[in-house]
């Protein structure tokens, strides 16, 4: 089949095989009338990327949705995840209904925040906060209005204001988690993001507890990264906006540093909130500090990218004994040219990637030397482009100078290549570049440069090539390779709350508002990757974001029904899924339910016909 024609690709998975796969349905049919899932793959051939059908996915036989229902059943720790006890499956009551007066109302959104709402309770997130907080004088207990937060923030990533006056309404959350409509305003939403800061570090604990029965997770392997996020608005009353190095290319406004500590797994595991102005390698010592203090030591292996270390950091770790495995700068290579040139004992761990062990001046590290041909292609144009922008820069130089009809200051010439040079810096090595004296020409100057032919010799070798460092004498250079390589876990983790999750830009103009905005964010996270994890293990690849979009599809709607007597009946009812649907909910052993528990009776005044 023309795997072309499969729909919209959505997120990254892996099958079996570590192959990246991800969900997708396709129509069939002359009159493309009947829908099929699939999990499909992208495979590389050179330059071009062909997409490749891992599996069709049919309805499962019974020995397939007993595992299914047993798979859901570990995860949620219910028996019957999807049947919430807000629901109720038969009519109390035999009545004679009007048909002509059948109507509908009411129609709300129903699928994805039903998900959303097991999904809370599977992480029992439920229980936790109404143990934490309880039931008070509040119209609404702040349980409720907590998963209200961080399931909009899951469905439709938006403000508190536009939570309370539109999209609240517009779902059947109000029945779901027992809320009436006007109880939600945005006063109390901000007011409930006060109420949950508190909890920060007693939900992370529950999340690893919770997490690591679910999914049998390791927090052997931890790994570490900082991100940005910034401010509209002038944040002038709090102290976490500052002005510092942009990730979003937003320099133009304030921001805050976001460091997330993720399993190896990149499941989420805690996170901390830094000034904007603080640099990476700052937060280091106290988030170690923090994780320790929380979870124990327990020997955890750290990994973080080069830009969370240095001397004073590596010899901290190695001085409180705590296992590591980073990135180190790109002038580091320099230190070990010999190896870099050497073309023997090179060892593939994967296609186009290749490692190497080095030996360490004092035999207290292992480092481990990478050479990928992917990045050695990138690297390669990228430093043929910025060349070639400072060549065409240099040409309009020299002939400016050789033009002039007046005298030049050597100074300003040198600053202007020396901006040159800066705007360009990553090809800035190939040039050598100068300015001389010259009576013949009236700007008494003239320009000279050429290429550096060791530096063009150097990278023809280098580029393509990175060193890794760490603590374990006793690891296989692949082992250690593997275990760095999860940071883009982390990465991947930052992508999707700025995308997914829309965590920029923030509007709280104080700190303990960007705090908890932040947090609310954090469990978001927590759950998207509780159903990545569930369809990971469904078999249904890594697209959360897709069952989310596909499950808005079904909907709670009221059907009044006048009777006979006289009376109005109005059932709550929820639109059965069509039968792609229906594949996706066998897969992850869930079942829609129904109706919910109403009806209520309405006595009305007999019609008159």
């Known amino acids: 089949m023309n795997t072309k024609n499969l729909g919209d690709k959505f997120r990254w998975g892996r099958n079996a095989e570590g192959k990246i796969v991800y969900l997708r349905h396709f129509d069939i049919g002359q009159k493309k009338n009947r829908t099929y899932w699939a999990l499909v793959r992208s495979v590389r051939n050179g330059r071009k990327v062909r997409q490749q059908t891992v599996a069709y996915l049919g309805e499962l036989d019974s020995k397939g949705r007993v595992k299914a229902r047993a798979l859901a059943r570990r995860i949620t720790g219910r028996e019957n995840p999807g049947q919430l006890d807000f629901f109720d499956e038969q009519p109390d009551e035999s009545v004679e209904v009007k048909l002509k007066g059948v109507r509908l109302e009411r129609s709300r959104i129903f699928g994805d925040v039903w998900l959303s709402v097991v999904l809370w309770n599977a992480l029992k997130f439920d229980e936790l906060f109404t143990r934490l907080i309880p039931t008070g004088l509040e119209d609404v207990p702040w349980p409720r209005v907590f998963a209200l937060l961080a399931i909009a923030r899951l469905c439709s990533p938006s403000s508190e204001l536009r939570i309370a006056e539109q999209w609240f309404r517009k779902t059947a959350l109000d029945d779901l988690l027992d809320i009436p409509e006007d109880k939600i305003n945005d006063d109390r939403l901000y007011r409930a993001l006060d109420v949950l800061l508190p909890h920060k570090d007693v939900l992370e604990q529950h999340v690893k507890n919770r997490l690591g029965e679910m999914f049998e997770v390791s927090y052997e392997i931890l790994l570490y990264d900082v991100t940005s996020t910034y401010f509209e608005g002038q944040a002038q009353g709090n102290e976490l906006a500052q002005r510092g190095y942009s990730r979003d290319q937003r320099p133009d406004c304030k921001q805050v540093n976001i460091a997330l500590v993720a399993t190896k797994e990149g499941l989420p595991l805690s996170h901390e909130i830094f000034p904007g102005n603080t640099a990476d390698v700052k937060t280091v010592k106290e988030i170690v500090a923090k994780i320790e203090a929380k979870f124990g030591r327990a020997g955890r292996v750290w990994i973080m990218d080069r830009g969370m270390v240095s001397a004073e950091i590596l010899e901290w770790l190695r001085a409180e004994k705590r296992p590591y495995i980073v990135g180190t700068p790109k002038c580091d290579l320099k230190k070990f040219e010999a190896q870099v040139l050497e073309q023997r ?3 593939e761990v ?3 990637l290749e490692v190497k062990r080095c030996p360490s001046p004092d035999g207290s590290e292992t480092f481990i030397l990478c050479r990928s041909q992917a990045r050695k292609e990138k690297e390669k144009a990228m430093h043929e482009r910025f060349q070639k922008r400072i060549e065409a820069g240099i040409a309009k130089l020299v002939k400016r100078v050789r033009e002039a009809k007046r005298k030049l200051e050597a100074g300003v010439i040198e600053r202007q290549i020396g901006r040159l040079l800066q705007r360009n810096a990553r090809g800035a090595g190939a040039f050598r570049i100068g300015v001389s004296n010259d009576a013949t020409r009236p700007s008494g100057l003239s320009v000279w440069w050429y ?6 010799e150097w990278h023809e070798h280098s580029d393509g090539c990175y060193l890794l460092r760490a603590s374990q004498l006793d690891w296989s ?7 760095y390589i999860q940071l883009t876990d982390v990465e991947n983790a930052f992508r999707i709350q700025k995308t997914e999750l829309e965590i920029r830009p923030v509007f709280h103009q104080t700190a303990d508002r960007t705090r908890a905005h932040i947090f609310i964010c954090f469990i978001a996270y927590v759950m998207w990757k509780t159903l990545e994890q569930w369809s990971q293990r469904a078999g249904l690849g890594s697209s959360p974001r897709k069952l989310l979009e596909e499950f808005h599809a ?23 899924p069509e039968k792609p649907l229906q594949i996706l909910l066998q897969r992850l052993g869930l079942e829609i339910p129904k109706r919910l528990r109403l009806p209520v009776l309405l006595e009305t005044a007999v019609a008159k016909m």
């Open 350 to 352: 994967r296609e186009g």
């Open 477 to 483: 250079p692949e082992e250690l390779w593997k275990a």
């Open 345 to 347: 004992n090179w060892e």
């Open 451 to 456: 290429r550096d032919e060791q530096w063009k």
């Open 554 to 576: 079904i909907r709670s709607t009221d059907v009044v029904l006048p009777t006979t007597d006289g009376r109005q009946l109005r059932l709550r009812c929820v639109t059965q």
